[in-house]
């Protein structure tokens, strides 16, 4: 974030936010979210508070109680929509202004109840996204889009039996759905290209009749246009994909493989990221779990060290934990660690920002923090935190995170807050 000589407590303009559990060692599921505006940084909390904030002085605005934990934010013409993992994984959408509720859908109506208390076992809302409905044109004001986009989820497990329950909808922005597209695998990731014309569907699980880690919709009625596969044996698919003009980037669980596709899933190129490699006996891998492309540049990140005969290890994947960009023809253009887990990227244009977690195999607070990164050029700037950072969103040079306090196993000492932080780029 920013580089300039000041204090870090004034360059950061910081909300507490409500109570949370501190996170431990291993890095934890999706909490909290954040979302910018032209003027407005929305903040969603694990207990399900959703705060409108000004986002020049960060003075609250409006706050309302979601139903369950506000894991997603985005903005649909005058509204912002939350996100909601629970009972009934419910997508809202609230007036920008007032907090008003304006609509409200629950997914489990699709996806099934949960079968169990545990939070693995309900609904959730993994994506929005929103964008202009085709030949229709975007709302004025300060949201953006004229319909959204969602994908939902559910697991089930008996004994050793385990399924998912998925479904992927196109609302317009009155909350009617204008088309659902089921399958039995779980997605994970959703981009729409710039026309607002096909939508990419990433599925990291694929353990029933559905088989493609790629799927690519047509807007207008749900329509499969064409599939994509690594190819690989198990039911790992896919972590992340990316619209690029008609071109997709694609993060491989399956492979630990980045892949950058043409039109119809031809294979343009593809890059190792993280794939197995021996090291001291042991053979190591590490997830690429996300993907950004952008005028013809396509950035990727890999996340956590895992061996082949063991979750546990002392080893570690010389990848593990990395941004590396790559050009158009798939040249190495640079490449940085980030530290920690990435829960998420936030990008816009050239800029990518990754918030940063712990490395749950080596503990370092030091790799705590927001880094910034343009496509061209590599690190912009780094601006650490005493907790984790576990969500981010970036609009016009202007960067929103949510931090998180961590108490490592080891430490017995909570290191970090819950609270919304917001900077400047320039």
Request: proline share 4%.
């Amino acid at each position: 974030m920013a580089t300039n000589d000041r204090p870090r407590s004034e360059r950061l303009e910081t909300r507490p936010l409500g109570e949370i559990e501190p996170a431990r060692s291993r890095h934890m599921w999706t909490r909290s979210s954040v979302h910018a505006t032209d003027s407005l940084v929305f903040a969603g909390e694990w207990d399900g508070t959703v705060t409108a904030f000004d986002r020049d002085a960060l003075e609250p605005r409006w706050s309302v109680d979601h139903p369950e934990h506000a894991v997603g934010l985005e903005t649909l013409r005058d509204s912002v929509v939350v996100a909601g993992r629970g009972d009934t994984g419910t997508i809202a959408a609230y007036d920008l202004e007032s907090g008003e509720k304006r609509w409200s859908y629950g997914t489990a109506d699709d996806v099934g109840e949960s079968s169990r208390e545990s939070i693995f076992y309900q609904p959730y809302v993994v994506a929005l996204e929103t964008g202009s409905v085709r030949n229709t044109e975007n709302a004025a004001g300060s949201g953006s889009g004229s319909a959204l986009y969602a994908a939902a989820r559910r697991y089930e497990r008996d004994g050793e039996h385990r399924e998912w329950h998925s479904a992927v909808y196109a609302f317009d922005a009155d909350g009617a759905v204008r088309w659902r597209y089921e399958t039995d695998a779980s997605p994970i990731s959703i981009d729409l290209d710039d026309a607002g014309e096909r939508l990419a569907v990433g599925y990291n699980r694929c353990m029933g009749e559905h088989d493609n880690g790629l799927v690519v919709l047509e807007t207008e009625s749900g329509t499969l246009e064409w599939s994509w596969d690594p190819g690989t044996e198990g039911d790992r698919r896919v972590g992340d994909v990316s619209f690029d003009g008609d071109r997709i980037a694609v993060s491989s669980h399956g492979d630990k493989r980045g892949y950058l596709l043409g039109p119809g899933g031809a294979e343009l190129w593809r890059v190792d990221l993280a794939t197995e490699t021996e090291i001291d006996g042991e053979t190591l891998y590490a997830y690429p779990n996300h993907a950004y492309a952008n005028d013809g540049r396509v950035a990727f990140v890999t996340g956590n060290t895992y061996a082949v005969d063991s979750r546990e290890t002392d080893g570690r994947h010389p990848n593990e934990h990395r941004i590396a960009a790559f050009d158009a023809d798939g040249q190495a253009l640079w490449d940085h660690g980030v530290g920690g887990f990435v829960h998420g990227l936030a990008a816009a244009g050239d800029t990518v920002v990754a918030p940063c977690a712990q490395n749950f195999r080596v503990r370092d607070p030091d790799t705590h923090g927001v880094r910034s990164f343009s496509l061209a050029d590599g690190e912009r700037a780094f601006e650490p935190l005493a907790g984790i950072a576990t969500a981010a969103t970036v609009r016009d040079e202007t960067v929103g995170v949510i931090e998180e306090p961590v108490e490592y196993h080891d430490e017995g000492a909570t290191r970090g807050t819950y609270a919304l932080r917001v900077d400047s780029l320039e």
